[in-house]
DNA sequence: GTTAGGG
DNA sequence: CCCTAAC
């Protein structure tokens, strides 16, 4: 297996369109782009961010009751860290603001307190939280943050900041490792039993960012790991306007060179908008009901052509902003919701894995307690599908690194945690669980957590595309791509899931590009064996190359090229075929004629395709590049294009008698 | 929405 | 492949 590492164009500016067309070639293009921090301190600002958000929404949720629980014993088993309550001392907790816990999302009352020996350590790591993740981490003082959650022993605080602090304590270098699993399991992992009642939290490894909540009353307890699953998957998602298949919430990451790093990764995020914008712009979106968008209309009427490039950073940000897509692709989400018996997470749970990023099981004391609470554990938060490319020559570390910097890429900004109830995002905050429904069995079941950065918070939409390709022959193939009916409907694994539910997690993928996979870069099993995997006539290993997952919610600033799809010998000869029978200028029809099944293929591609064809059929074959088209083809190319410009020609003179 | 053409 | 102008 031999992956070439895709190199996309070397710009991905925006072009200043104030300069005349005249001019154009004056105007620069201004790159995009963030100063790029490094990988290692972004890791640390990830694991910051998941856990400093536990730590909020613990601290936030704490309740005055809670001292009343029973004596809770908190147990960190931990290879390298390890904390173990035994109980015999007790945090005084401070006084709850009940007003504040009221309104609190998780204000299920925790219970018993726990404690942890070590407080020192507590407060170091609620001190790096503030520190590492900056502003929304961890808001209230460290010590506070500590001090709550050391309180509530029971609840996930504890175990969370065992788990993170131990990773912050990693090497940075490891940090990629242990996200994409590599790293021992020396965790909580291994011992999940015991963490029940300790909150943790993990980023966790094969492409899924894991914080689970195991509890007893509303812990964040153990993170459920799942080893060596990262998936390395290739599909084509390009078009997602197009129906919608329920499946798995993933995002490929356009694997970058890595001595770029991060700033690559930057740079693709970043014209992940322009994509957006561009697809806002030339066709609009599909809001969560299915409807288009008008967003064109608005665009255009509000906006006219002088644009600059900071205007048009802005109208796409206010586009997005509309566009559920747009903002889902922000995020992680998290859905999947299904009752379980808590077995095998992977089995169970590829019901939720499909669409969701987080499962989460529920239980439920007996409905006559009348104060019983709610416990869930939320099995895994996913983060979105990852598409790597790399070199069979590679290291395995390099791949690491690679898993990484896409990792980081896409949790870079920071998270927040959003949820989810039959499909619909609870926003208040302050209602309690009981009030929204939460509390119930049967809701509980199509509860979802996600994922999202802290800016966007507009539900995901769904999206996704025909996965059949029509390749020049005309013979409709499946490209190696997931097909959305391949997907086995939610329903058929998942309980009580409710479909809005299972929109959340196709928005993510929606926005993927089509890479063929006869390579066999895919690991995942659950995701080869359903996807139908055509081999491509002629496909050139480029085509192969990663491709930049269609984040939806991404950093404002960014926005994503397309991914650079060469065209095969059959496309070209598609093509050829299709321009000989209708001429030049006709792009529309020949794009109906010959790649309407391709939707990666506009007209625009086709022009520009015919354009290089002709450039290259006039060059000497030295200073071709690419995959060699055959001469023959390039012939034809030739005389048709002599033929239609002739024809051209003569068109204008009579048009002009 | 298409087409043409520079980048 | 992007972007814009011009239709």
Request: hydrophobic residues 30%; positive net charge; aromatic residues 6%.
């Amino acid at each position: 297996m031999v992956l070439q590492r895709r190199l996309d164009y070397g710009f991905n500016g925006y072009q200043v369109p104030v300069v005349p067309r005249a001019s154009r070639s004056a105007r620069g293009r201004e790159s995009i782009r963030k100063k790029g921090k490094d990988n290692q301190v972004r890791a640390f600002e990830i694991l910051a961010a998941v856990a400093g958000k536990l730590l909020q929404e613990r601290e936030s949720c704490a309740l005055p009751n809670a001292a009343s629980g029973a004596d809770q014993h908190t147990i960190i088993k931990n290879t390298n860290w390890e904390q173990k309550d035994v109980g015999q001392r007790r945090m005084r907790l401070e006084p709850c603001d009940q007003g504040r816990c009221d309104k609190n999302t998780f204000a299920f009352a925790p219970g018993s307190q726990g404690h942890h020996e070590n407080n020192s350590e507590m407060i170091r790591f609620a001190e790096k939280l503030a520190t590492v993740n900056g502003k929304n981490a961890c808001k209230s003082s460290p010590r506070k943050a500590v001090g709550d959650y050391t309180g509530y022993g029971e609840s996930f605080g504890g175990k969370l900041e065992g788990v993170v602090e131990r990773e912050l304590e990693v090497e940075p270098q490891k940090i990629g490792s242990m996200i994409n699993g590599s790293v021992p399991d020396t965790g909580c992992s291994k011992d999940p039993m015991k963490l029940d009642m300790k909150p943790s939290a993990v980023v966790s490894l094969d492409t899924c960012v894991k914080a689970s909540l195991f509890n007893n009353r509303m812990n964040f307890g153990s993170f459920s790991r799942r080893q060596g699953n990262m998936k390395l998957v290739s599909r084509d998602d390009d078009e997602n306007s197009s129906g919608c298949s329920q499946r798995d919430t993933m995002i490929q990451a356009y694997r970058p060179p890595l001595h770029i790093g991060d700033r690559r990764i930057r740079k693709l995020l970043a014209s992940k908008y322009r994509r957006v914008a561009s697809k806002l712009r030339d066709g609009g979106f599909y809001n969560t009901d299915g409807k288009r968008q008008p967003v064109y209309r608005n665009w255009k009427s509000c906006h006219t052509r002088h644009r600059s490039q900071r205007i048009s950073s802005f109208k796409r940000r206010k586009l997005l902003d509309r566009s559920p897509v747009a903002i889902s692709g922000q995020g992680f989400y998290s859905k999947g919701i299904y009752n379980s018996s808590d077995k095998g997470i992977l089995g169970d749970n590829s019901g939720a894995a499909r669409g969701a990023s987080s499962s989460v099981s529920c239980q439920q004391a007996p409905p006559q307690s009348g104060d019983y609470n709610v416990k869930l554990s939320i099995k895994s938060f996913r983060v979105p599908e990852l598409f790597i490319e790399i070199p069979a020559t590679a290291t395995v570390g390099s791949l690491k690194t690679t898993v990484m910097e896409a990792v980081t890429a896409i949790l870079g900004d920071g998270l927040h945690v959003g949820i989810l109830l039959q499909g619909k995002k609870v926003r208040d905050d302050s209602k309690t669980l009981r009030q929204t429904g939460i509390s119930q069995v049967d809701k509980l079941r199509t509860l979802g957590f996600t994922l999202e950065p802290r800016h966007a918070q507009i539900p995901p939409p769904l999206c996704t595309e025909d996965p059949s390709f029509q390749l020049p022959g005309g013979t409709p193939q499946q490209l190696t791509r997931y097909s959305a009916t391949s997907f086995p409907e939610p329903g058929a694994s998942i309980v009580s899931l409710d479909p809005p539910v299972l929109n959340l997690g196709n928005c993510v993928d929606s926005d993927l590009d089509i890479v063929p996979s006869h390579t066999g870069i895919s690991t995942d099993k659950t995701m080869s064996e359903s996807r139908a995997l055509v081999a491509v006539p002629a496909m050139s290993m480029e085509a192969l190359t990663a491709v930049p997952f269609q984040q939806k919610s991404r950093c404002s600033e960014y926005s994503q090229r397309r991914i650079r799809r060469p065209f095969s010998v059959s496309e070209v000869e598609a093509l050829v075929q299709a321009v000989e029978k209708l001429g030049t200028g006709r792009w529309r029809d020949v794009k109906l004629r010959a790649f309407d099944s391709a939707r990666h293929r506009t007209y625009v591609d086709l022009k520009d395709k015919w354009k290089t064809l002709v450039h290259t059929a006039k060059i000497s074959p030295q200073q071709r590049r690419g995959e060699p088209v055959p001469q023959e083809l390039l012939d034809r190319v030739l005389a048709a294009h002599a033929y239609w410009s002739q024809q051209a020609v003569a068109l204008q003179v009579n048009a002009g008698v």
